[in-house]
């Protein structure tokens, strides 16, 4: 079992590669007792946390906040055997080492063994070159090599690719042999320096233009694919993860960035379901579909769930085979429905909320896509519930996610229940952590009124999680933030 004292928590920085080495600072609660090795260890995951180490030819780096969720997504998906393509410096092929076991392993690719050997040093000091099996080349050749070897195929629990956009396509044709049905490729620049939504003649640099058309048919091909189901996060550049699964049984999502404008006409079907496709299965698309474009809540939409963030849960939840959730603030449940729509069949949400009304305005939905079944939901204050299932020690470390989403004055109250609530390796999800920007803005900032009020609870809760030794964990640019917490000890 990991224990705080093994793993102390990453202070959350969002894409500080200006920070100097010198302020590589160690985990502001690092217990006393903390030996020196220990100490080293902190020293490399607070240098994730930062990016700094490849600042002077950081241009190429993976982001500081992606490195990290990197970093917790292979934790949480248990990953073992897994690539790289496109390797530069090392930036996430240490956040990807550190994460795996001690006998994990990464097949990394590049052209350039140069680079590599810049960020070298850093990662044999942390402990983790064993992991490694760096190979110099083109990758194409070398995965046609592993496709025709059938012992690989579905071998890989995570690939992520980060190399010549050119060929991302190619890449997937092979990749999808060689990952595993339920792991993980992950695509990283998919939103390609926000050049897809530029008119055509927009000043673009030459190489942002050049690799542009190559990025919207790769985001085109996956959107299609009915092998992976996808979820485009605005994490760095854009970071595509492609689930795979078993084409016939789980129709493709298609991916949409937060399109609440869309009209329900659209609420397209996936363009490649199986012509086997069953009616039942063309209702489960629709679904699948309308979360994507979170169109039904359009006209009540002000404090729903992002449609990118619900889509982020939905597969989050099938990553980490979450069976028994609960959800603080349901609202008129779209967060609900993304989760119960991941949930396996006898799967369980705890659903709180003191309004009922609402949760009844999208309860129709809920129901006609059948997994009403899966909801039980309570009408009153968290707090009370919370602190009588915490008196229930049977109840201690029996959720595997919980998902908050609602008094914002309230979440460290939650945090202090939850904690005992959720179990070792499970995941608490806290909402809005990025207050409308807020946080960053100066004090005498024109703000609405409950943007300001709710403020500084948020930042006082995104200061106790970053010190909590209890938790790791992982801040995401997704909807008005998300911050997820695994639970270590
Ligand atoms: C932002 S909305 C939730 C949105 C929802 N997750 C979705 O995706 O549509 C916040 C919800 O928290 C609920 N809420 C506020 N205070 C609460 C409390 N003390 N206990 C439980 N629910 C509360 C509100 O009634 C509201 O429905």
Same mark, same amino acid.
């Given at each position: 079992?990991?224990?705080?004292?093994?793993?102390?928590?990453?202070?959350?920085?969002?894409?500080?590669?200006?920070?100097?080495?010198?302020?590589?600072?160690?985990?502001?609660?690092?217990?006393?007792?903390?030996?020196?090795?220990?100490?080293?260890?902190a020293?490399?995951k607070?240098?994730?946390?930062?990016?700094t180490?490849?600042?002077?030819?950081?241009?190429?780096?993976?982001?500081a906040d992606?490195?990290?969720?990197?970093?917790?997504?292979?934790k949480?998906?248990?990953?073992?055997?897994?690539m790289?393509?496109?390797?530069?410096?090392?930036?996430?092929?240490?956040?990807?080492?550190?994460?795996?076991?001690?006998d994990?392993?990464?097949?990394?690719?590049?052209?350039?063994?140069?680079?590599?050997?810049?960020?070298?040093?850093i990662?044999?000091?942390?402990?983790?070159a064993?992991?490694?099996?760096?190979?110099?080349?083109p990758a194409l050749?070398?995965?046609?090599?592993?496709?025709?070897?059938?012992?690989?195929?579905?071998?890989f629990?995570f690939?992520?690719?980060?190399?010549?956009?050119d060929?991302?396509?190619?890449?997937?044709?092979?990749?999808i042999?060689?990952?595993?049905i339920?792991?993980?490729?992950?695509?990283?620049?998919?939103?390609?320096n926000?050049s897809?939504?530029?008119?055509?003649?927009?000043?673009?640099?030459?190489y942002?233009r050049?690799?542009r058309?190559?990025?919207?048919?790769?985001?085109?091909?996956?959107?299609?694919?009915?092998?992976?189901?996808?979820?485009?996060?605005?994490?760095g =550049? *854009?970071i595509? $993860?492609?689930?795979? &699964?078993?084409?016939?049984?789980?129709?493709?999502?298609? #991916? /949409? +960035?937060?399109?609440?404008?869309?009209i329900?006409s659209?609420w397209?079907?996936?363009?490649?379901?199986?012509?086997?496709?069953?009616?039942k299965?063309?209702?489960?698309a629709?679904?699948?579909?309308m979360?994507s474009?979170?169109?039904?809540?359009?006209?009540?939409?002000l404090?729903?769930?992002?449609?990118?963030?619900g889509?982020?849960?939905?597969?989050?939840?099938k990553l980490i085979?979450?069976?028994?959730?609960?959800?603080?603030?349901?609202?008129?449940?779209?967060?609900?429905?993304?989760?119960?729509?991941?949930?396996?069949? =006898? *799967?369980?949400? $705890?659903?709180?909320? &003191?309004?009922r009304?609402?949760?009844e305005?999208?309860? #129709? /939905? +809920?129901?006609?896509?059948?997994?009403?079944?899966?909801?039980?939901?309570?009408?009153?204050?968290?707090?009370?519930?919370l602190?009588e299932?915490?008196?229930?020690?049977k109840?201690h470390?029996?959720?595997?996610?919980?998902?908050?989403?609602a008094?914002?004055?309230?979440?460290?109250n939650y945090?202090?229940?939850?904690i005992?609530?959720i179990?070792?390796g499970?995941?608490?999800?806290?909402?809005n952590?990025?207050?409308?920007?807020?946080?960053?803005?100066?004090?005498?900032?024109?703000?609405?009124?409950?943007?300001?009020?709710y403020r500084?609870?948020? $930042?006082?809760?995104?200061?106790a999680?970053?010190?909590?030794?209890?938790?790791e964990?992982?801040q995401?640019?997704?909807?008005?933030?998300?911050?997820?917490?695994?639970?270590?000890?």
């Amino acid at each position: 079992m990991e224990g705080s004292l093994l793993q102390p928590n990453i202070i959350p920085t969002n894409n500080s590669r200006t920070r100097n080495p010198s302020e590589w600072p160690l985990p502001e609660k690092l217990n006393p007792q903390s030996t020196k090795k220990l100490a080293t260890k902190a020293s490399f995951k607070a240098m994730l946390s930062t990016n700094t180490f490849w600042k002077p030819a950081n241009l190429m780096t993976t982001s500081a906040d992606e490195g990290q969720f990197l970093n917790m997504l292979l934790k949480l998906i248990n990953a073992k055997n897994t690539m790289e393509i496109g390797v530069y410096t090392g930036y996430s092929l240490l956040s990807t080492a550190l994460a795996l076991p001690e006998d994990g392993k990464i097949l990394a690719l590049d052209i350039n063994r140069e680079n590599y050997e810049i960020g070298l040093p850093i990662i044999e000091k942390a402990g983790v070159a064993h992991k490694i099996d760096f190979r110099e080349g083109p990758a194409l050749p070398l995965l046609d090599e592993m496709v025709n070897d059938v012992k690989l195929h579905g071998s890989f629990d995570f690939i992520f690719v980060d190399a010549d956009k050119d060929n991302y396509l190619n890449y997937h044709k092979r990749l999808i042999d060689l990952i595993k049905i339920g792991g993980v490729i992950g695509y990283d620049n998919t939103l390609w320096n926000g050049s897809l939504v530029a008119p055509p003649d927009a000043p673009l640099r030459k190489y942002v233009r050049y690799y542009r058309d190559f990025v919207l048919e790769l985001n085109k091909a996956l959107a299609v694919d009915p092998r992976v189901e996808i979820c485009q996060l605005p994490v760095g =550049d *854009g970071i595509t $993860l492609c689930r795979r &699964i078993s084409s016939l049984l789980q129709p493709n999502i298609i #991916p /949409i +960035i937060i399109s609440r404008t869309n009209i329900p006409s659209e609420w397209l079907l996936p363009e490649k379901l199986s012509p086997q496709s069953t009616k039942k299965l063309a209702t489960k698309a629709s679904f699948k579909a309308m979360l994507s474009t979170n169109t039904f809540w359009k006209p009540a939409n002000l404090m729903t769930t992002s449609a990118d963030e619900g889509q982020f849960l939905n597969m989050l939840l099938k990553l980490i085979n979450a069976k028994n959730t609960m959800e603080i603030g349901v609202y008129t449940g779209y967060s609900l429905l993304s989760t119960a729509l991941a949930l396996p069949e =006898d *799967g369980k949400i $705890l659903a709180l909320d &003191i309004n009922r009304e609402n949760y009844e305005i999208g309860l #129709p /939905i +809920i129901e006609k896509a059948g997994v009403a079944h899966k909801i039980d939901f309570r009408e009153g204050p968290a707090l009370p519930l919370l602190d009588e299932m915490v008196n229930d020690v049977k109840l201690h470390g029996s959720f595997d996610f919980i998902f908050v989403d609602a008094d914002k004055d309230n979440y460290l109250n939650y945090h202090k229940r939850l904690i005992d609530l959720i179990k070792i390796g499970g995941v608490i999800g806290y909402d809005n952590t990025l207050w409308n920007g807020s946080l960053v803005a100066p004090p005498d900032a024109p703000l609405r009124k409950y943007v300001r009020y709710y403020r500084d609870f948020v $930042l006082e809760l995104n200061k106790a999680l970053a010190v909590d030794p209890r938790v790791e964990i992982c801040q995401l640019p997704v909807g008005d933030g998300i911050t997820l917490c695994r639970r270590i000890s």
